[in-house]
């Protein structure tokens, strides 16, 4: 979904008052701000921790983040804390004057498009993006892989891609453990041929946002299924977003599925904080779904 800019300024006449003994000029026409409201694809938690928006966010501004902040990381103690990798051969980085990240997004090309190409026979108008993050432990191996800013890609093709990073082998961190991302974008030959609307900017900074919540969304969800409770749900979430930026309430029409999940979902969305909206405050829509079926997307 695009965002949905509302014009900034009504301008309001006054009409003239005749007083006695008197003429009153007429008063200046005042401006109104309307709230900036911006729309949020939909954001998919999975279970398995793939995550990812149906539709990608608008470029924005040039060098704008598309996700969020990666946390740092630490290497587990034991091995046996690290994820398994999908078997195969490993994929050499040489020291050949790249730097680590340049070296493995080169050796990582081929397996991704492989990935992306087996995705096209399922849904061949599939394009995106996403952000494959290897976390490298003391030997040199991919301990585990996480993705963000995933957008219009199939979770298949991305834990495709995480399977193919994690085979992955480095030279020994010195500081015992390192985090190398791999920024990964999939666009037609053609390129986008999407519209662009004034607010982009601020859209796409809501797409971070929201999805920088995703630690605490899956805690609601680890938590229901820790207590038995239902996995599936959905809303739609209706944001004020106070001048200061902040959420000031959470709005959730229409809505299915777990209402224990949908109430922690509520509080947690509660927490968006964005950069003061124009005007002094505006509203942000974004459908959040728990563990969406297949058929129900």
């Keep these: 979904m695009r965002a949905l800019h509302l014009s900034l300024f009504v301008w309001l006449a006054v009409a003239p008052v005749a007083c006695a003994g008197s003429e009153e000029r007429p008063k200046a026409l005042v401006p109104m701000l309307h709230p900036l409201v911006v729309e949020v694809a939909e954001l998919e938690i999975h279970a398995s921790g793939v995550d990812r928006f149906t539709a990608c966010a608008p470029p924005g501004e040039l060098g704008q983040a598309w996700y969020p902040l990666v946390p740092e990381w630490t290497a587990p103690a ?15 980085v040489v020291a050949d004057g790249r730097s680590v990240t340049e070296a493995a997004v080169e050796d990582t090309r081929a397996a991704f498009r492989s990935c992306y190409h087996r995705g096209l026979i399922h849904d061949p108008t599939q394009d995106g993006r996403a952000a494959i993050v290897l976390r490298v432990g003391a030997d040199g191996r991919v301990a585990r892989t996480e993705s963000y800013g ?72 680890e938590e229901a299924r820790r207590s038995g409770k239902g996995v599936e749900a959905w809303g739609v979430f209706d944001m004020k977003i106070d001048k200061t930026g902040h959420a000031s309430d959470a709005n959730v029409d229409p809505w299915g599925g777990d209402q224990d999940l949908l109430s922690c979902a509520v509080r947690v969305m509660q927490t968006l904080k964005l950069a003061p909206p124009a005007g002094g405050r505006g509203n942000v829509l974004v459908r959040v779904s728990f563990n969406p079926r297949a058929s129900s997307r």
């Design 78 to 92: 034991h091995a046996a804390d690290a994820d398994a990798g999908a078997p195969g051969p490993t994929v050499p």
């Design 150 to 221: 995933v957008c219009e890609l199939q979770t298949d093709v991305v834990q495709c891609m995480r399977d193919a990073a994690s085979r992955l082998r480095f030279s020994p961190p010195a500081a015992g453990s390192d985090t190398i991302v791999l920024p990964v974008s999939f666009a037609p030959r053609a390129g986008s041929q999407s519209e662009t609307t004034d607010n982009d900017s601020y859209t796409a900074a809501a797409y971070v946002a929201v999805e920088s919540l995703r630690p605490e969304l899956h805690a609601c969800e």
